[in-house]
């Protein structure tokens, strides 16, 4: 391998888990270049639920508590009706007491800020496009980036380029990748209302609508409704959540109402029903979105991507034997992973029931939360109380060891 290749690291995408395992990576002693294609770092204007797992997960580079002193969700909250009827209540404690950890809303912009902070400068290279075109499957020879301004040798590729990825496409191109999930979604985030509401996620017969804080005051909040894959309304999304949420309850179509087109945003939602074979190969590994994609019904996507990247890391060590620790990160994420994309899309299919019969029994079987708040929490037993493989990397960078040098 040529002495350039050595102890590099070349990240495809720089979008959460791409961030976190580059972070995680320079921790560990690797040089690291993250690749974006897109022009700016500029995450889409939404929000990310950061649930415990996550926590506990950047609290290994040192960015756990950063996160959770942006929790902004006090006290009651739950789940309702169309109507306004409570299903069930719970509380902000709920997840700390059953978890060790809070559950904590933040604008994807943040975290992102949060992630490329601590990342020596030239890190990140935008405009960047890049494309795979040797995993480094042949022992002693490195795997090769190509971008438009010459190939990149590496010792470890990363493809963390979301959903299309052309890195997993070059990896596996027998594989069908994600397959549309049979509903769509819309994510705004608007000023708060003047009238107060509490936290909620409310389900319809194939709709469900939630609106959530954030610290700094505004409100993020999300719908997602069953319709056919590329559909786009003729007037406006606007005028289509207007036509299919404006007249459930409060704060719903306030918040409606203070959005502007432009910034309402429309995805279909495509999940990994095919699992690949292995999350790497050769040189080259998968990570987020690339790897398993899911359903957003739990809201995994990003927690289990900022996993990867410690996991990443925890098997990676520079220098030492590459392919043992690429299959030991395969052993542990694929079936994890894999494992709540199933959960994901069972759950998916319990928010999108239509008939009234079947949307009256789940409605009932919900209600049973408000006998016990920590049932609904049940639902993340095994996800939320996971803990990384090693407690930090944050005390091993450059500057800590240098002071540990002085002391000394």
């Known amino acids: 391998m040529s002495q350039q290749a050595q102890h590099r690291a070349v990240v495809v995408g720089s979008g959460i888990g791409g961030l976190t395992a580059a972070l995680a990576l320079h921790r560990r002693g690797w040089q690291v270049t993250v690749l974006e294609r897109a022009a700016a770092l500029e995450p889409v204007g939404a929000g990310i639920g950061l649930a415990p797992n996550a926590l506990r997960a950047l609290d290994v580079v040192g960015l756990g508590d950063t996160i959770r002193d942006l929790a902004a969700w006090q006290g009651e909250g739950g789940m309702r009706a169309p109507s306004g009827r409570w299903l069930s209540r719970t509380d902000s404690s709920a997840a700390v007491e059953r978890f060790g950890d809070p559950l904590v809303l933040v604008h994807r912009a943040t975290l992102v800020d949060v992630l490329a902070a601590p990342l020596p400068e030239g890190t990140i290279r935008t405009g960047a496009p890049a494309e795979l075109v040797d995993p480094g499957v042949v022992d002693g020879r490195p795997a090769v980036v190509r971008t438009p301004e010459g190939d990149i040798e590496a010792e470890l590729v990363v493809g963390a380029d979301g959903i299309r990825s052309g890195v997993r496409g ?101 999940h990994m029903t095919t699992s690949l074979p292995a999350y790497h190969r050769g040189r080259t590994v998968l990570i987020g979105d690339a790897a398993h994609a899911m359903c957003p019904t739990m809201g995994q996507g990003g927690n289990q991507a900022i996993e990867d990247g410690i996991v990443l890391a925890h098997h990676a060590a520079p220098g030492a034997g590459l392919g043992p620790a690429l299959a030991a990160y395969s052993a542990d994420r694929l079936p994890r992973t894999m494992g709540i994309v199933d959960k994901s899309a069972k759950i998916a299919k319990l928010m999108m029931l239509s008939s009234t019969p079947a949307v009256a029994l789940r409605d009932g079987v919900m209600t049973l939360a408000r006998f016990g708040p920590g049932l609904a929490l049940r639902t993340f037993d095994g996800i939320a109380d996971w803990r990384p493989p090693q407690r930090t990397y944050a005390a091993r960078t450059p500057v800590h060891q240098a002071q540990q040098a002085q002391q000394a």
């Open 170 to 270: 070059a990896l596996y191109p027998e594989h069908p990748g994600a397959a549309y999930a049979g509903f769509t979604t819309w994510r705004v985030v608007v000023p708060a209302p003047a009238e107060p509401f509490l936290p909620h996620e409310t389900w319809g017969r194939g709709r469900l609508w939630g609106t959530q804080p954030l610290k700094d005051g505004r409100i993020y909040a999300y719908g997602a409704a069953a319709a056919p894959a590329g559909e786009h309304s003729a007037d406006g999304e606007k005028a289509e959540l207007l036509r299919r949420y404006g007249d459930w309850h409060h704060p719903v179509p306030e918040i409606i109402a203070a959005a502007t087109e432009d910034r309402i945003l429309r995805h279909d939602v495509h």
